[in-house]
């Protein structure tokens, strides 16, 4: 059974930063790609960052680069997402996701192809 649990979600002002955690099952980092994705309201979810199970390459996609980051310790069974410069439009549940496909899609797709989801963390960013 796989599963992911978010945590590190809050309140943070604008120019902030915070990271989340996704804490994972044994074994699902060596078997899935992850990725962190989010979803604001009345917004579809979309794709944030995204890490490879098989050789750490990682996709940030355009809207946070340069400001998020993901990274992967392997020996807590935990990806993060390191979020930097934070802006009121980045308010949204952050979710992380398990999935086969190449990161690239994954992170890009308009339905994440994602097979196992966390619950989700808030992230609210005040102006």
């Known amino acids: 059974q796989v599963q992911l649990v978010e945590s590190g979600g809050g309140l943070v002002q604008a120019g902030g930063s915070r990271t989340l955690s996704c804490a994972v099952s044994p074994f699902t980092l060596d078997n899935y790609n992850i990725g962190w994705f989010r979803q604001a309201p009345g917004k579809e979810r979309e794709g944030v960052s995204c890490i490879s199970r098989s050789d750490n390459t990682t996709y940030i996609v355009s809207s946070v680069k340069g400001r998020f980051t993901i990274s992967r310790d392997s020996a807590k069974n935990t990806i993060y997402l390191h979020m930097n410069n934070l802006e009121p439009e980045d308010t949204a549940v952050y979710y992380c996701?398990?999935?086969?496909?190449?990161?690239?899609?994954?992170?890009?797709?308009?339905?994440?192809?994602?097979?196992?989801w966390g619950q989700g963390t808030q992230v609210t960013v005040s102006s």
């Open positions: 996701g398990a999935g086969f496909s190449s990161i690239y899609y994954m992170c890009d797709a308009s339905t994440p192809p994602v097979y196992y």
